[in-house]
């Protein structure tokens, strides 16, 4: 039995269900973390504003495999530090993420969009942290285990967890973001063909 | 019902499930692509050797997130391209993947591992492609959909898909590394703590 | 005499010297890299192409930071392995570096920007390589030590090199873009506020 | 005459004589810039701490290029945001650059490294800024124009800089690093075959 509960299967079925049980969870908002996303990232392209993506770590590479999906939707989309990317201005957006509630990094980059007039999409599975308050204009509520919470000394010492740290936060952006690609492309009318062709092939 | 399935939560459960279908398939094979890992990666932690990770675009990104968790790990890992990392020699472990089969510059960097008598641990769902023949010292097949096979036009015309391109081989190889990172954690005696303790603070 | 030369004065004008000689010897080609740059970078422009920047190592750093200048002057300029690059066209312009001749992502990389139909402007200090004379629409040779001939077996054993391996080459590849970047604002028409008025704030 | 000063040759001179000229006015510091940098990094080394280097755009760049080169050196060296790098304590280095002084995420991170005890080099061509003042434990004077001060109005209309923004700091970045890498390479009796052998191949 637990030899079954560790097949790399179960072991799958063990990490999808956690993540499947935080959108569960977060349905009950009046606003789903989803419907935000599309339509601040939908209002943003209609103005013609560009969208900005920033956060550290894994977290910052989920967001980064979000971005790249939205330039495959033919969106004007920026990764901060990238080396083409360009101020930002009142018109635009900041999709912005600290799993943990606060992190010196992307206190500073919130700072620095808000002080230009511009929106903030703050991801974030502590809500009423500082930072959260200081600089969302909208908060994205993600209530998964982050680094924040991830210590358990007691449970610790016993036991493993199959997503430690900010893990599942993580997995939970992956998945978020595929739902949010789907709902743009709808509500930009692209299709799967002209979003392929985006494509680069310099790879 | 048509609206049911378009919720947060129902699309999420949608994603999650074409997710574990993949590992439900792959553990038909004789050794499944998370025993590969984990005994590649422990083999080459085991002599000491270095382990090296190389993919394109949204790939790359899954393999970043693998490379830092190991990291935390206390192996002794690198990112291709990155400023810090050393030459590939005989002892060392190369991790590549190439969904669709075959990329070129995964090729080009497969090949200097290879010449260099490193091993080359190739994930591609493609197993029988010309670059996972000519470079791979072991395969680790996924059975997933990725930019090789997204092309059903009848289907296209129709309907767009949840996952499109490469975004289901992605999604499971978050999870398949997830995995990885737990059953290493175990072989190499890692807690917890240590493992945490690990995670930078310049962020 | 021997301290003299040893000062930060001293040592910074012995590389200067060396870098400004290397363009002295570059001078009597029949059109220098300088025009050769300028003249491809505007004619993409002018077609409405895009400009795409590959190199490795140290010399990939130098490209980024032309790439970073040309973004200033407001052209459509993308770093390859970015997220948000597009795929090459027959319009567009590669610019690619592999100071010693041969690099294998380098080789890699060209071969799909040539395979599309796209222009590859090859800077190298080895212009009769192979990969220079198999990849390069045009060769902008700049004559300059590189890893490829930085083994001087007596030489090494008594002295050390102010400018080893590829340093050389990467120092001119610095002063050299920045005379492209001059020459472009004014082939532009670019004033100077509005270069600077691109720079990012996000940092 | 103009057309002479405007051939490649006389352009790099100009270029190389702005950089050479910042070193002879740096010179006159009790404690050059050059014998700060590799006085901290070798007593870093030589206490067995890890080094790490941050800053942003085209100074990030040119940090990267010295990491780059101390990692063939043989030292412990980190590039902040890489997937590898692991946390800062009280007994490493942080090498920092803001050449206009204050840069938010510069803030923030040297803000990461004080806190945690570590000592913080700080490049920077504004000694005195508030920046500076507080984070720097020790600072490294660059005397040379940046984006703080390369606004003159009345000048700008009528000339075009050959090096504006932060061009000349960066170039002399570039120049200075090389020094620092030369003497440091004596310091640690580093031969040439050593440094070149740690060059990665995987290119």
């Given at each position: 039995m637990a030899e079954q509960n560790n097949s790399m299967s179960s072991m799958a079925s063990e990490i999808c269900n956690q993540i499947q049980s935080v959108f569960t969870q977060g349905?009950?908002?009046?606003?789903t973390v989803l419907e935000i996303l599309v339509e601040e990232i939908a209002s943003a392209a209609g103005r013609n504003g560009r969208i900005f993506f920033y956060a550290c770590g894994r977290e910052g590479l989920m967001l980064k495999a979000l971005c790249m999906r939205l330039a495959h939707l033919g969106l004007s989309v920026h990764v901060v530090a990238d080396m083409t990317t360009p101020p930002i201005s009142s018109n635009d957006l900041l999709v912005a993420s600290a799993g943990p509630g606060g992190i010196s990094t992307v206190d500073a980059i919130c700072g620095v969009a808000r002080s230009n007039g511009a929106r903030v999409l703050f991801l974030t599975?502590?809500?009423?942290?500082e930072s959260a308050t200081k600089y969302a204009t909208v908060i994205g509520f993600i209530p998964a285990q982050t680094m924040a919470d991830d210590h358990q000394p007691q449970q610790q010492s016993s036991t493993r967890q199959l997503?430690?740290?900010g893990s599942l936060f993580e997995g939970v952006m992956f998945v978020l973001f595929e739902m949010v690609v789907f709902r743009l492309a709808e509500v930009l009318g692209q299709t799967p063909e002209a979003i392929r062709a985006r494509h680069t092939n310099l790879e």
């Open positions: 349905e009950t908002e009046e606003r599975a502590q809500p009423k942290s997503l430690p740290m």
